[in-house]
């Protein structure tokens, strides 16, 4: 059986449906294959479920402060399973909100496992069946899954991956992650808030080793006063697993290497593409470290074979991933938009307190050249922030001091994975710290701390 199209994707995450979603659009007969669920990790066991297991954590929180509010919750508790089935009934509707999506635009779904045969033929392998689609264009979307350490793999008992913690089998009392990247620091968070005692261990000298240095600053002293105990510039020598918990060897910043228990430990190292025994290697697609390689136009070596997401690369993130898919399907459509490119993709951390960024942190700013005019305002400065209670935090912007360019934007506080979406638009726009001095920002707003740092950049704050 064989069936044609003018584009099929492999992989319905949050660059293969969107991708097909704006193929539809322009006209163009699309397949989609996916071997799990539509939507992919993001959806199902990421960006999304994960977001709720967090809400119910920042609630439970606030209970358990309920008189700093002048409230009362006695008695408070909670029901494990419950929150799981929240977390997972949430990934269930939007699944179904793909499902709907893909039916709208009339793009025709495969469930099965997809690999390319030819440039321009790619096979659907469900059980006994196999389907054969073809294609002037193929979108590989394949996404990426966890690493596991290569002396310890993950088994979902004791030693988890990011999956694995979304649906718990029991609370940990002990929990060891192992990695403070965004997935690291978000499930000790969690767990943290929902009364488990948290230890992360971190290889570099610092967590969220990929922000300004002021905020993983601000984090190690905020997590800490949490109750979280962080080891940077440590490494995990060994992880064995047992009936009753888990023992971690933990070589620490001298070198010596103690052996501790944990009820559970989560992997939180990095991602592995997935780009295995889908026939790339037969057609001679590039790849650099597993990562397929593309062009601004998501564009292969090979013709009429591209990639986009996760398997072509940083940053791995979802937004990134539908832009991309996007930048591609209009191009292959014969539309002209601007290549994709990276220097101005947001990335967010959704813990307690949260962090957001974009652009370049103060140092690389400084290391490429540029001289630089920094502004930092403080949470403690504004009125909305103090009314909230989320007086921790602080907004810090970088600009050149030549031409006023906004180099970058650093923030961590409450809510700042919303507020960041200002200064992406600024960057978008080539804005200056003239125009952004010169608008009015509503009172009383967290966002008002945004204008205030550009004001500090320039030594004009008023409300510090």
């Keep these: ?9 492999l992989g319905s995450g949050p660059g293969g449906y969107v991708a097909a979603i704006r193929a539809a659009q322009l006209g163009l007969k699309t397949a989609i294959v996916e071997r799990e669920r539509l939507g992919g990790i ?18 439970y929180h606030y209970m358990s402060h309920a008189k700093d509010y002048g409230l009362k919750a006695d008695n408070i508790g909670f029901d494990l399973e419950a929150v799981t089935q929240r977390s997972r009934k949430v990934a269930g509707q939007l699944n179904a909100g793909v499902k709907g999506l893909m039916k709208k635009n009339k793009v025709a779904v495969f469930e099965g496992i997809g690999a390319l045969t030819a440039k321009d033929t790619l096979v659907v392998t469900q059980g006994d069946k196999k389907t054969e689609l073809k294609a002037k264009h193929i979108i590989v979307a394949t996404g990426a899954r966890a690493r596991d350490l290569p002396f310890a793999k993950a088994d979902g008992k004791r030693i988890w991956t990011y999956r694995h913690a979304m649906v718990p089998p029991e609370m940990p009392t002990k929990l060891l992650v192992i990695g403070s990247g965004a997935i690291g620091v978000e499930f000790a968070s969690f767990y ?56 971690a060897k933990i070589k620490g910043k001298d070198g010596t290497v103690s052996s501790v228990e944990f009820s559970h430990a989560i992997v939180a ?27 601004g ?32 399907v ?3 459509a014969g539309e002209k938009p601007h290549p994709f490119e990276t220097w101005n993709i ?46 921790e935090g602080f907004v810090k912007t970088v600009f050149d001091a030549k031409t006023g360019e906004l180099l970058g934007a650093h923030m961590v506080g409450a809510e700042v ?48």
């Design 1 to 9: 059986m064989s069936e044609s199209f003018d584009l099929v994707i």
């Design 42 to 59: 993001c959806l199902n066991w990421g960006c999304i479920p994960t977001k709720a297991l967090l809400r119910t954590s920042e609630i």
């Design 192 to 247: 943290n808030d929902m009364g488990a005692d948290v230890t992360i261990v971190e290889m570099l000298p610092r967590i969220l080793p990929v922000e300004d240095e002021e905020v993983s600053a601000f984090m190690d002293k905020a997590l800490t006063k949490q109750g979280i105990k962080l080891l940077t510039g440590t490494g995990i020598e060994g992880l064995e697993s047992g009936a009753n918990g888990v023992t």
């Design 269 to 295: 190292i990095g991602i592995v593409p997935n780009t295995e025994n889908i026939g790339l290697e037969a057609l001679g697609v590039e790849t650099d470290r597993g990562h397929i390689k593309v062009d």
């Design 297 to 328: 136009y998501a564009r292969t070596n090979v013709e009429g074979i591209y990639a986009i997401g996760d398997v072509t690369g940083a940053p791995w993130l979802a937004h990134k991933a539908s832009h991309e898919g996007i930048v591609c």
């Design 330 to 332: 209009e191009a292959l």
């Design 346 to 391: 947001p990335g967010c951390t959704y813990s307690r307190p949260q962090v957001a960024s974009v652009g370049l942190t103060e140092a690389k700013a400084k290391d490429a050249g540029h001289e630089v005019k920094v502004g930092k305002f403080p949470f403690i400065g504004n009125g909305k922030a103090i009314a909230l209670g989320e007086a």
């Design 417 to 464: 994975t919303e507020l960041i979406q200002g200064y992406v638009i600024a960057r978008q726009l080539e804005t200056t710290e003239a125009e952004l001095m010169e608008t009015v920002f509503a009172h009383p707003t967290l966002s008002e701390m945004m204008h205030e740092s550009v004001l500090g950049a320039y030594g004009r704050a008023i409300h510090i």
